[in-house]
């Protein structure tokens, strides 16, 4: 390949992956054609996209990245799957997909520059919560002293309202109330 290809083909590598710091490093090897067009469809349906890379010109596309991390992994047949909401969607669905397809081979995944190697790595991110789950749970750790603390309130005034409430009932009734 030429040096004016190769240049060529980093420029592309480095459009195509701008902005992108955070993805799932798989291999492809093996695989037939039907499925990895079935799960390249599944993906892109979830706004998923994967890419197969020539190796060498993926480190030089990615040396100024946040997929500068996967510099080591690269070797041998080698496709970085981005996009997506979050980078645990990708994990989720490529994991799926693993399940499936015995040669889909798991190799790494990039989350805010913290490499997770290997399929163990893969799984432990795919655990992670997304980004929306983490702020559902911030939100409930929040919320939950105060509606705790609302409860603990709430309480005694009520029962302080249930007899105000049987008083006024007696009273309106023309009933006499008893210090009890």
Known sequence: MSKAVKTLMIRD??????GVN???LVSLRGMGGIETNKMRTSLAQKNIKITVVRNTLAKHAF??????NFESMLNGSSAVAY????????ARE??????????????AAV??????????????????PTRTEALAQTVTLVL???????????????????????VQEKLEKGEAISKK
């Open 13 to 18: 590598y480095k459009t195509k992956f701008e």
């Open 22 to 24: 955070d993805a799932v």
């Open 63 to 68: 040396k100024d990245s946040g997929l500068k």
């Open 83 to 90: 996009g997506a909401e979050s980078v645990v969607d990708v």
């Open 94 to 107: 490529i994991i799926t997909f693993a399940k499936k397809i015995e040669k889909l081979e798991l190799r």
């Open 111 to 128: 989350l805010d520059g913290v490499v997770f190697e290997g399929k163990k790595g893969v799984e432990q991110l795919s655990k992670f």
């Open 144 to 166: 939950s002293p105060a509606r705790k603390l609302m409860g603990q309130v709430k309480g005694p005034g009520g029962k302080v309202m249930a007899i105000v409430k049987t």
